[in-house]
């Protein structure tokens, strides 16, 4: 069984602890993404950013696989909502504070890589005694190599 992302939870618990520290909650989206439909003429190079404040929406709803609100734009109501997949970061305006999250491929390019995946395939070929041998003898060798490596951590700023 596949497990639910873990994106939805993470973006409500952010959302939760910038809203209980007074900040303004704000999700920066993929306007492009599937299922997405934000007010395209404040979209900038593919990207939207939206003040989700509770005092700045109404009827917000952040489901597993739905965000959706609705918010004002220079004064006209809109309903907005993507899907979690969409969100690129969540953030308090104040301070900045908050968490990225990588893009998601688009539903079809997932299937695409999926399909495009080299499938395992039983290969039946004849080997003689002595070559199946020396293999066997040749990946002990290098899996001892291998393992006389000591891990190593490498801190990425």
Do not use: C
């Not at 989700?52 to 109404?58: C, D, N, Q």
């Amino acid at each position: 069984m596949e497990m639910i992302s873990n994106r939805p939870y993470m973006i409500r618990a952010i959302y939760d602890w910038i809203v209980d520290n007074q900040w303004t909650p704000h999700f920066q989206v993929d306007a492009n993404y599937p299922g997405t439909k934000v007010p395209q003429e404040y979209v900038q190079e593919g990207v939207i950013v939206l003040n989700a404040h509770p005092s700045a929406v109404l009827g917000l709803s952040l489901d597993n696989d739905l965000f959706a609100f609705k918010a004002r734009f220079k004064g006209v109501e809109q309903s907005i909502y993507f899907p979690p997949e969409a969100v690129l970061a969540v953030f308090a305006r104040e301070n900045g504070q908050g968490m990225p999250f990588p893009p998601e491929p688009y539903p079809e390019e997932a299937d695409e890589i999926e399909e495009s995946k080299p499938a395992l395939q039983s290969v039946d070929t004849p080997e003689t005694e002595t070559n199946a041998s020396k293999k066997s003898e040749d990946s002990r060798k290098s899996a001892k190599k291998s393992t006389n490596k000591k891990p190593t951590l490498s801190i990425v700023k």
